[in-house]
């Protein structure tokens, strides 16, 4: 998508404008660090370093700085860190499946218009990218609601597993199937990625509409006997009402035993400690492989493999 050859190249011109002459350091860190741009570093050619970086499969057109790159980046994370707060709380007082339907409505419809806000404008991919992190926000509070009003209490921490694992082996393939599209000729590949995945939003949009529901009564899906199984596991007190239902309708919540609750601290210090290691992985490691140790397209996806391990 960025052409981060010609970014260093221009980069570069405009030192050597300003200074009058090559910095004999800086060409030694290139050698280094840059070792696939070595000869052309040497010759100067522009047109050698351009082809060098589009043989390791690389082929971005578009010319935004590191810091302008790194605030589309961080546009995503604006908006989550925004909606994580209060996602939960919605969840629980209007159900699951409106608030997971429109967060994926919002990111398909974002990503499907990103190719042509790319090519419009820079602020509006930044703002695009914002709106999808407002979506983004919402997903996992959410399907712990969810989670909490389809899954009988003994199942319930391994539905969530299964759903942390699903977006393990989504980021996987994501990974993989990205760096393919990316070396496809048509529309520029990266074009593709955004398509693809908004075409693949807008299909799970559609199934979720028809099939998902809040709770098990709400359901037309599945089977009685499966339907009473699990109300009668969520029923409390001998209530024919489940938990999810009555805590959808009070929305009380228990702030003051959760601000004295150490066990929900040591939830919040893993799970900082885990979305940091995992945005830093599936975020950035990627252009750290590119730019710094220039591997091939296909290569800087391989690292995300090992995630499935752990």
């Known amino acids: 998508m960025v052409n981060s050859t010609a970014i260093h190249l221009r980069d570069n011109d405009n030192a050597e404008g300003s200074n009058g002459k090559n910095s004999s350091s800086n060409d030694y860190a290139h050698k280094i660090h840059l070792k696939n741009l070595a000869y052309a570093e040497e010759c100067g050619d522009r047109e050698i370093k351009t082809n060098i970086h589009r043989n390791l499969g690389y082929q971005g057109s578009i010319e935004w700085s590191a810091s302008e790159q790194a605030r589309l980046f961080a546009a995503l994370f604006y908006g989550g860190f925004i909606t994580i ?91 993989l199937f990205g760096s393919q599209l ?89 799970q900082v400690n885990t979305s940091f290691c995992t945005t830093l992985l599936q975020s950035y490691l990627p252009t750290y492989l590119k730019d710094y140790l220039k591997l091939s397209l296909n290569e800087v996806s391989l690292p995300i493999l090992f995630s499935l391990i752990y």
């Open 182 to 270: 990316c070396a496809i000729q048509f529309l520029g590949g990266w074009r593709l990625i955004f398509l693809s995945f908004g075409a693949i939003g807008m299909t799970s949009f559609t199934l979720w509409t028809i099939f998902a529901a809040n709770s098990p009564d709400e359901s037309s899906w599945i089977g009685l006997k499966e339907k009473q199984m699990i109300t009668a596991s969520l029923t409390a007190g001998g209530s024919r009402k489940s938990i999810s239902s009555r805590r959808l309708k009070t929305g009380k919540v228990p702030w003051s035993k959760m601000a004295r609750s150490l066990p929900l601290y040591a939830g919040i210090i893993a």
């Open 85 to 175: 707060w209060f996602s939960g709380y919605l969840a629980d007082r209007f159900g699951p499946k409106l608030l997971i339907g429109i967060a994926v409505l919002d990111m398909s419809v974002c990503s499907l218009l990103s190719p042509v806000l790319v090519d419009l404008n820079y602020y509006a991919f930044f703002v695009a990218r914002f709106l999808m992190g407002l979506g983004d926000g919402f997903i996992f509070p959410t399907v712990a609601s969810a989670n909490a009003c389809w899954s009988p209490p003994a199942d319930r921490s391994m539905m969530w597993a299964v759903s942390t694992v699903g977006n393990q082996i989504a980021a996987v393939f994501a990974m």
